[in-house]
């Protein structure tokens, strides 16, 4: 089976071992009701915690789109702004460009990525934490962050 989010095969994905974490902590009213507060806030801890690790995997696609970013020829710095059609001129082959949008909406959700204006104005920029995700997955990046000069 592949992962409806980064379509990978589920027995290697993250993003399918973090979603069935949080289903193996699923508890039912009963199991609910017999625990104390302290088992309760471990419970939700948990939970949220396995949330969070979702929430902050990169999936294939979006490593692409902050690769991308940075191979574009615009902008000195991770953090730049760049014009969407150079990041689609750097993505990989095979994505089409209509899932552009749909990748971008995912880091912005994240907190990994900003996109500003619309058509041919329209730019994506890499946040700082989209900065730092992208140098820990590939510490090969061809920019600098804004900091590091």
Known sequence: MRCTECSADTRLCQCAEAERDARDLKVTNAQWASMDNTARAKHNAA???AKETKMTNLTMLELAVLKALDDSEYGDALTDG???FSVQDHMPAGVPARSLGGIVASLT???????CDHGRDAYIAMTNAGAQAYLAANPTARKHLNDAG
């Open 82 to 84: 760049v014009w969407t």
């Open 109 to 115: 959700k994240k907190g990994y990525a900003v996109a």
């Open 47 to 49: 939970v949220d915690a």
